[in-house]
T-cell receptor, first 112, second 114 residues
Framework: AQSVTQLDSHVSVSEGTPVLLRCNYS??????LFWYVQHPNKGLQLLLK??????LVKGINGFEAEFKKSETSFHLTKPSAHMSDAAEYFC??????????FGTGTRLKVLA | EAQVTQNPRYLITVTGKKLTVTCSQN?????MSWYRQDPGLGLRQIYY???????DKGDVPEGYKVSRKEKRNFPLILESPSPNQTSLYFC?????????????FGPGTRLTVT
């Protein structure tokens, strides 16, 4: 069965410190993986995606994620958090069926 | 500006009163989809459409209907809404289906059924 697990429902960091949002997936096929961000009262915006090319993927606003097949992980990182990063983040796996499977989301809080 | 629009953005209604949430995209996308978002559950797909007159069920289709008579529009219909359909609804569109194609999301419709 295909699934995606976001290990933390809430993460708090101080402004200027690193961000780590964790995502693990399960897929019978070689999957594609996305990260989306949802700011309050807004729709979802694509941050970055992995589609079997380079395993380290760079996205918008300084975010990046590394695909690790051996660990079935696709964690999202950013070296230095900014107040504007406060939002909810969704990890998405797209297995061979081409269907989007969303994680349950991680709410990131950035403290001044 | 390329966008997906949804109307209304907020709706409070009563059990059993039929309603329609409209979705329109101006990007000539073939693939459109409806999701509902509930706390702790992420987004779950309700219905999707590969093209005009081609629709199929997602993970949670019960209680919903859709139609795709024109490429740009994909309305979501609740024939007899119930309180368990209180949720935040998102429409999305993409050029095609699959990981090569980014899905663009509308701003959401918050529905409350009393």
């Amino acid at each position: 069965a295909q699934s995606v697990t976001q290990l933390d429902s809430h993460v708090s960091v101080s402004e200027g410190t690193p961000v780590l949002l964790r995502c693990n997936y399960s897929s019978s096929y070689s999957p594609s993986l996305f990260w989306y961000v949802q700011h309050p009262n807004k729709g979802l915006q694509l941050l970055l995606k992995y589609t079997s090319a380079a395993t380290l993927v760079k996205g918008i606003n300084g975010f990046e994620a590394e695909f690790k097949k051996s660990e079935t992980s696709f964690h999202l990182t950013k070296p230095s958090a900014h107040m504007s990063d406060a939002a909810e983040y969704f990890c998405v796996v797209i297995p061979g069926t081409y269907k989007y499977i969303f994680g349950t989301g991680t709410r990131l809080k950035v403290l001044a | 500006e390329a966008q997906v629009t949804q109307n209304p953005r907020y709706l409070i209604t009563v059990t059993g009163k039929k309603l329609t949430v409209t979705c329109s995209q101006n990007m000539n996308h073939e693939y459109m989809s409806w999701y509902r978002q509930d706390p702790g559950l992420g987004l779950r797909q309700i219905y999707y459409s590969m093209n005009v007159e081609v629709t199929d069920k997602g993970d949670v289709p019960e209680g919903y209907k859709v139609s795709r008579k024109e490429k740009r529009n994909f309305p979501l219909i609740l024939e007899s809404p119930s309180p368990n359909q209180t949720s935040l609804y998102f429409c999305a569109s993409s050029l095609g289906q699959g990981p090569t194609y980014e899905q663009y999301f509308g701003p959401g419709t918050r529905l409350t059924v009393t």
